[in-house]
């Protein structure tokens, strides 16, 4: 069945420190989302793409859609602390999504 | 405040033991979904709704199932309880935005 990989399970960043997380799925997606998840808490909303190539902004968050929409990325400029949590990229279809096993951003103290 | 509601928040249960999770919404969503998450992984659909009157399975449904009552309300109900069920379960819904999440319900199966 489709999976949707997304590694590293973990990084260890310094504030003010970048931070990237990459998915990749074992088929053509329709749409690639992005969503984060604080400790405790439930997944929130962040982006979607739909378009090959996608390169969206939300200021310190970039997130990229891969010309064949089978890959994307988030990254990071200049972590802050509020920026700790998991975050987990979702594709597929219109009803279902396959999820990522999520990357988890840990700001070294 | 417009949302997602899950109850209850935190159960324990005996394997064997039956129980349903309920979910409603406030945001007049179409679809809405059961999920549950283990640690260190993503989120596994276990079944979801398209519309009032309509439920599929999803990733892993075996040990549950799903009534959409209406419009609102979503419930999953465990017939019995098995440790591997233990984990968080969400209902998400999904208008023309991607999905909302509630708060989770912690089930512990003992």
């Known amino acids: 069945g489709q999976q949707v990989m997304q590694i590293p399970q973990y990084q260890h960043v310094q504030e003010g420190e970048d931070f990237t997380t990459y998915c990749n799925s074992s088929?053509?997606?329709?749409?690639i989302q992005w969503y984060k998840q604080r400790p405790g808490g439930h997944p929130v909303f962040l982006i979607q793409?739909?378009?090959s190539g996608e390169v969206k902004k939300q200021k310190r968050l970039t997130f990229q859609f891969g010309e064949a929409k089978k890959n994307s990325s988030l990254h990071i400029t200049a972590t802050q602390t509020t920026d700790v949590g998991t975050y987990f990229c979702a594709g597929g279809s219109n009803y279902q999504l396959i999820w990522g096993a999520g990357t988890k951003l840990i700001i070294k103290p | 405040n417009a949302g997602v509601t899950q109850t209850p928040k935190f159960q324990v249960l005996k394997t064997g033991q039956s129980m349903t999770l309920q979910c409603a919404q406030d945001m007049n969503h179409n679809s809405m979904y059961w999920y549950r998450q283990d640690p260190g992984m993503g989120l596994r659909l276990i079944y979801y709704?398209?519309?009032?009157?309509?439920?599929d399975k999803g990733e892993v449904p075996n040990g549950y199932n799903v009534s959409r009552l209406n419009k609102r309300e979503f419930s999953l109900r465990l017939e019995s309880a098995a440790p591997s069920q233990t984990s968080v379960y969400f209902c998400a819904t999904r208008g023309l935005q991607p999905q909302h999440f509630g708060d989770g319900t912690r089930l512990s199966i003992l």
């Open positions: 793409l739909v378009k």
């Open positions: 709704s398209a519309s009032e009157g309509t439920t």
């Open positions: 088929t053509t997606l329709s749409n």
